[in-house]
Nanobody, 124 residues
Framework: QVHLVESGGGLVQAGGSLRLSCAAS????????MGWFRQAPGKEREFVAA????????LYADSVKGRFTISRDNTKNTLYLQMNSLKPEDTAVYYC?????????????????WGQGTQVTVSS
């Protein structure tokens, strides 16, 4: 398994920006596609964005397309999520996850390792 630790969450006003980071250890980071998911209170965990092992291909939920950017630095074993033009409905705990293979998907069941999450709160 890959050990994942998220950071960078916090409180921001609507329209603001945050950058989340996810530090990986334990297995070769570049062997895995990666993803970001989020879960708001009382709601199910939902897909946000995903990226292939080499960073060439990305996938986004419609709700964040054009505002969020997923990226990775395999030399630093780190995954990022740049979040711009934040909205109150983006408020959630954000989780990074390692896919079971080198590809990506939007299905939580395809991801075998998860971080503990970081809280993002967007005030109106």
């Amino acid at each position: 398994q890959v050990h994942l630790v998220e950071s960078g969450g916090g409180l921001v006003q609507a329209g603001g920006s945050l950058r989340l980071s996810c530090a990986a250890s334990g297995r070769t980071f570049s062997n895995f596609g990666m993803g970001w998911f989020r879960q708001a209170p009382g709601k199910e965990r939902e897909f946000v964005a995903a990226i292939t092992w080499n960073g060439v291909s990305t996938l986004y939920a419609d709700s964040v397309k054009g505002r969020f950017t997923i990226s990775r630095d395999n030399t630093k074993n780190t995954l990022y999520l740049q979040m711009n033009s934040l909205k109150p409905e983006d408020t959630a705990v954000y989780y990074c996850a390692a896919h079971r293979g080198r590809v990506y998907s939007s299905r939580p069941a395809d991801f075998g390792s998860w971080g503990q999450g970081t809280q993002v709160t967007v005030s109106s």
